[in-house]
T-cell receptor, first 115, second 114 residues
């Protein structure tokens, strides 16, 4: 069975500092990994994905994520946080080798960037 | 604007009432999904439709039914609403199983069952 964990309910960081939002996963086959962001009263928006290839993937709004197979992690990062990055972030995974259409989402991490 | 449209945006139901949540996408996507979002639980898949004419249960299907009316539309029905179904419901779509470009989400339906 596939699963994904976001161990932090909330992350606080000062504006201009680097940020990291953690995600670990478990799948039996090849992981397809995604990050989404949700602003208040809005649907989720796609940020970036890892399917195959370079372990460091770059996405929207200056975000990037690093796929680490040995640690089964896919942490979201940004070198310099902005107050406007404050939102709810979700990691999602599906087993790329299973043929399933189903993605499993983490419970979300609320990022608060302090001015 | 192209995307996923959900109606209604807000709804209050009494226990035992029924209703249908509507979802339509205009991106010619094959696969569509219904999720519910609850605090501390993230998003949980209720039902999905891999392609027109097919539907399958997700993680939490009890109390719900779905209809893939055509390629554009995927509706979610609550036959007899219960307070446990108070949640925010999101519809999403993807091009197809072989193109993992991520979901496009609607803006959600906030449902309260009293």
């Amino acid at each position: 069975a596939q699963s994904v964990a976001q161990p932090e309910d909330q992350v606080k960081v000062a504006e201009g500092n680097p940020l990291t939002v953690k995600c670990t996963y478990s799948v039996s086959g090849n992981p397809y990994l995604f990050w989404y962001v949700q602003y208040p009263n809005r649907g989720l928006q796609f940020l970036l994905k890892y399917i195959t290839g370079d372990n460091l993937v770059k996405g929207s709004y200056g975000f990037e994520a690093e796929f680490n197979k040995s640690q089964t992690s896919f942490h979201l990062k940004k070198p310099s946080a902005l107050v406007s990055d404050s939102a709810l972030y979700f990691c999602a995974v599906r087993d790329g080798g299973s043929g399933t259409y189903k993605y499993i989402f983490g419970t979300g991490t609320r990022l608060k960037v302090l001015a | 604007n192209a995307g996923v449209t959900q109606t209604p945006k807000f709804q209050v139901l009494k226990t035992g009432q029924s209703m249908t949540l509507q979802c339509a996408q205009d991106m010619n996507h094959n696969s569509m999904y219904w999720y519910r979002q609850d605090p501390g639980m993230g998003l949980r898949l209720i039902y999905y439709s891999a392609s027109e004419g097919t539907t399958d249960k997700g993680e939490v299907p009890n109390g719900y039914n779905v209809s893939r009316l055509n390629k554009r539309e995927f509706s979610l029905r609550l036959e007899s609403a219960a307070p446990s179904q108070t949640s925010v419901y999101f519809c999403a779509s993807t091009p197809s199983r072989d193109r993992d470009n991520g979901y496009t989400f609607g803006s959600g339906t906030r449902l309260t069952v009293v």
